[in-house]
């Protein structure tokens, strides 16, 4: 399977633990996204990295939450303190970066923080 | 600040009928345009897009439109079957300016009826 693979694809935290989500891009790809979706919601966007670069954090809570996509492995976000409001379905995509290219997406990671 | 809009949450549609998604937006930066598919507990699968030097373009039974002076893009999918019932997402972004991510609506469930 050479798309977009995310691991777990179910992960419960309790509130105040720590949050690892996994992303490995399609083969070719070093373009990486994260997306969020919250319930009857639209997906959100939240960073774009290339390898070793964090490019776009707009979309980032400026507290708890970090992300990677280092030389060598897959990309990782990450979610410190977890709270009720975190839980949510979290999408990863990857791209060429070639102008006029689209997206590609993996089926997620269903965050639930009890 | 919603920049790409679905106003209609919902949609149902007599299979072999045509079915017609609507979608606006306000950034008159934005120059690429997505439409992606998305079944339950899977992410978004690229459908089709549309580059803004055009105001058309064609695969299969799905057919973007684009009108830049209203804003407006609309997908047709026609003849319509039960297998396109999803909730389909239209996505926009400016690749003028190097801003690689995509925004996205909040979404509208097709639902075609055998």
């Known amino acids: 399977n050479a798309g977009v693979m995310q691991n777990p694809r179910h992960l419960v935290r309790r509130r105040g633990q720590e949050a690892r989500l996994r992303c490995s891009p399609m083969?070719?790809?070093?373009?990486v996204y994260w997306y969020r979706q919250l319930p009857e919601e639209g997906l959100k966007f939240m960073v774009y990295?290339?390898?070793?670069?964090?490019?776009?954090e707009s979309g980032m809570p400026k507290e708890r939450f970090s992300a990677e996509f280092p030389k060598e492995g897959p990309s990782i976000l990450r979610i410190q303190q977890v709270v009720r409001g975190d839980s949510a379905a979290y999408f990863c995509?990857?791209?060429?970066?070639?102008?006029?290219?689209?997206?590609?997406f993996g089926n997620g990671t269903r965050l639930t923080v009890t | 600040d919603q920049q790409v809009k679905q106003n209609s949450p919902s949609l149902s549609v007599q299979e072999g009928r045509i079915s017609i998604l609507n979608c606006d937006y306000t950034?008159?930066?934005?120059?690429?345009f997505l439409w992606y598919k998305k079944y339950p507990a899977e992410g978004p699968t690229f459908l089709i897009s549309?580059?803004?030097?055009?105001d058309k373009n064609e695969d299969g039974r799905f057919t973007v439109f684009l009108n830049k002076s209203a804003k407006h893009l609309s997908l047709h999918i026609v003849p319509s079957q039960p297998g396109d019932s999803a909730v389909y997402f239209c996505?926009?972004?400016?690749?003028?300016?190097?801003?690689?991510?995509?925004?996205f609506g909040t979404g509208t469930r097709l639902t075609v009826i055998p």
């Open positions: 549309i580059s803004s030097i055009k």
């Open positions: 995509a990857s791209s060429s970066g070639r102008a006029n290219s689209p997206l590609h």
């Open positions: 990295l290339q390898k070793e670069n964090i490019i776009d």
């Open positions: 083969k070719g790809h070093s373009h």
């Open positions: 996505a926009a972004r400016s690749d003028q300016t190097g801003a690689n991510n995509l925004f």
């Open positions: 950034n008159s930066m934005f120059d690429y």
